[in-house]
């Protein structure tokens, strides 16, 4: 099979197994059955796990001052800040420019603050497969952005391997005198082993380096979790003290502060519920004004973790229709709805070769305004849509869903806190609730989708591990990838790519 063989030839450049961010947290080991048989406990766990990264995060946190005084250095001098990452620090790094358009961050002038992510914006929302493997794709992005000598790249990527974003931090420091910032989650000796791409970029002197390892993540390899977490945190709150850079790292004890006092109890009877909405073949509509772009990248990020249907283009009558739907029911029609995202015009990539999956004609077709409810009806056949709304009172967080309401106190907290708050707490949400539906087993991320490099390696490695377990025989890497292949050509739309492989191994799940 060509495509194997294609892989098998590239293999050991994406053996990242012994990586921190891949491996199993042993708070979590039971996860999946904590899930359907004690959910507070469940929650009580992936609580104490992000308490655990965050304090992590605390002892690694001085360098934010660096960070900050580079910021507001760039700026000053009428140069502008860019941000890039790929999947979820992609979407992390769109979030740091839409708070900074929206006020949530000090900027005089958020024109000057420049995101992208690997596959230009509609990747917020649908993942561009394979785009992360290509360096040469994330220099070209920056380049066409305008990035010039004088401009500030902040890079970041949860695994600190991404070639995307190694691409484009190289590109950086080739362009601009102004060093570009690497921020990354996995300990260097432990990089510097697994990828020649990270060595590179680790021992590069015209780069700097922030790491912020944090440890191993609630579920295993789910970056977007405690990893994105940090990256988005430490670089909000530079942009926060841009002006007095020295009480940057005190942040971090700040938000520590706020996750400790709000455990997320209040969310068992929601992940329950939103649970038992899908097992009976319903949807959900997520909505939020004040948290829309953190809202959004929590139910765009299911899809791949989960291997769920994404976000549906509109104009196929045919796509499969999402569980979960970001609804931006004030906005009349789908281009609004992504300025209103966004808060600027919608960018996305021209060229030849990835306008088919990346253009503006691609972008146009998927909708998330008032338009969407009917066209889901008719989609889903009149199947019930349950409004889950989550926005702001007076100084306060409120989370509604069919029935429940839970109001959060934010008196006092910095609207950046509350969206990191949310964030937390929308990820221990969406994971439990995949954890009732069987999405994962134990914490490993058997639904997880090999739609690159990284996660076809990580797919093999789980296939192999579980088969481990159950017979005490460890089978060769190349036959479980062969057989891998083999399965993903098969593959039915919610079916697990682990499970079915180990199936094929003649190994019982």
């Known amino acids: 099979m060509k495509a194997a063989d294609e892989f098998l030839k590239v293999a050991t450049d994406y053996q990242l197994g012994a990586l921190d961010t891949e491996s199993q947290h042993p708070f979590t080991t039971s996860l999946s059955q904590m899930a359907r048989s004690d959910v507070g406990e469940a929650v009580k766990l992936m609580h104490q796990v992000d308490v655990l990264a965050l304090r992590q995060f605390a002892a690694k946190s001085a360098p934010l001052a660096d960070l900050a005084r580079a910021i507001a250095a760039t700026l000053a001098s009428g140069h502008r800040v860019f941000l890039c990452g790929c999947g979820a620090t992609g979407r992390l790094s769109l979030s740091i420019e839409v708070f900074c358009r929206m006020g949530v961050l000090p900027v005089t002038d958020p024109e000057r603050i420049v995101a992208f992510m690997a596959g230009g914006d509609l990747a917020l929302i649908k993942a561009i497969e394979t785009f992360e493997d290509h360096p040469e794709y994330g220099a070209r992005q920056l380049e066409e952005l305008g990035f010039a000598n004088g401009d500030l790249l902040i890079a970041t990527t949860e695994g600190g391997e991404t070639p995307f974003v190694i691409g484009a931090a190289e590109r950086a420091a080739e362009l601009s005198t102004n060093p570009p910032w690497f921020l990354y989650c996995n300990p260097d000796e432990q990089l510097v082993k697994a990828a020649a791409r990270s060595k590179r970029v680790i021992e590069n002197p015209a780069i700097h380096k922030l790491n912020l390892s944090v440890g191993a993540m609630a579920v295993s390899g789910s970056t977007r979790l405690q990893a994105s977490t940090v990256l988005m945190a430490a670089i909000g709150f530079a942009f926060m003290h841009q002006h007095d850079p020295e009480h940057a790292p005190a942040e971090v004890l700040q938000l520590l502060r706020h996750v400790a006092h709000c455990d997320g109890q209040f969310l068992v009877p929601f992940i329950e519920h939103e649970a038992a909405v899908y097992a009976r073949g319903d949807y959900v509509f997520y909505s939020s004004a004040r948290f829309g772009i953190t809202v959004v990248t929590d139910t765009t990020e299911r899809a791949p973790t989960f291997s769920l249907v994404p976000f549906e283009k509109q104009d196929d009558p045919a796509a499969l229709a999402s569980w979960s739907h970001f609804l931006m029911p004030e906005q009349p029609g789908a281009h609004a709805a992504w300025q209103a995202l966004l808060h600027r015009e919608p960018r996305t990539l021209e060229w030849p070769d990835v306008r088919h999956v990346a253009g503006a004609e691609v972008l146009a077709s998927y909708d998330f305004s008032a338009q969407l409810a009917a066209r ?83 797919a093999v490695r789980y296939v192999r591990l579980l088969a481990q377990r159950r017979t005490g025989k460890l089978p060769g890497y190349e036959k479980v990838t062969r057989l891998l292949f083999e399965e993903r050509d098969k593959l039915q739309p919610g079916e697990p790519i682990v499970l079915k492989t180990l199936e094929a191994l003649g190994v019982k799940v």
């Open 376 to 458: 889901r009806r008719i989609r889903t056949h009149d199947a019930a849509h349950l409004l889950f709304h989550i926005d702001s009172g007076a100084g306060e967080m409120v989370w509604e869903f069919d029935g429940l309401r839970h109001q959060i106190d934010l008196t006092g907290i910095h609207e950046f806190h509350a969206h990191l708050l949310l964030k937390l707490l929308i990820n221990i949400h969406s994971t439990l609730v995949m954890g009732r539906l069987g999405r994962y087993l134990d914490n490993l991320m058997t639904y997880v989708k090999p739609s690159n490099n990284k996660l076809i390696d990580r």
